[in-house]
């Protein structure tokens, strides 16, 4: 199994999800050609952690990136800054400021097994009924 994770990034998984949910499945040269045209503001981070992936596979297991596909993308959530916003009144308002936590793990594609063509008789042409 390749790896590569994204700690603390600061957006909210629900919009990182989004994103990742695009390229869960895909091939990594499909997966980086779509972060490469969705506007997003996690397609940035999404594709340098796809391309770290790539380099640990190239480094660890002597892989390419053509023959790879995105097995997981997993998006957690992370830790919550809490802050407040002055209200009327004197009051305040809390505010969430949420981070994301996305995994990534990457496998070699299987490989595709020919599927057997079956032989049909042709009808003679000129046949008669």
Do not use: C, W
Not at 101 to 116: C, D, G, Q
């Amino acid at each position: 199994m390749i790896t590569a994770s994204l700690k603390n990034f600061r957006q909210s998984p629900r919009k990182v999800r989004l994103v990742a949910n695009l390229i869960r499945g895909k091939s990594v040269v499909d997966a980086l050609n779509i972060l490469k045209f969705v506007s997003k503001k996690a397609t940035d981070p999404l594709y340098g952690l796809v391309m770290s992936a790539v380099a640990n596979a190239k480094n660890d297991f002597n892989l390419e990136k053509e023959g790879l596909i995105v097995k997981e993308i997993r998006v957690d959530v992370g830790v919550v800054l809490k802050r407040s916003m002055p209200r009327a009144r004197g009051s305040a308002f809390p505010i969430k400021k949420r981070t994301s936590h996305v995994l990534l793990v990457l496998a070699p594609a299987p490989e595709k097994k020919a599927k057997k063509v079956k032989f049909i008789k042709p009808v003679a042409a000129n046949a008669t009924k």
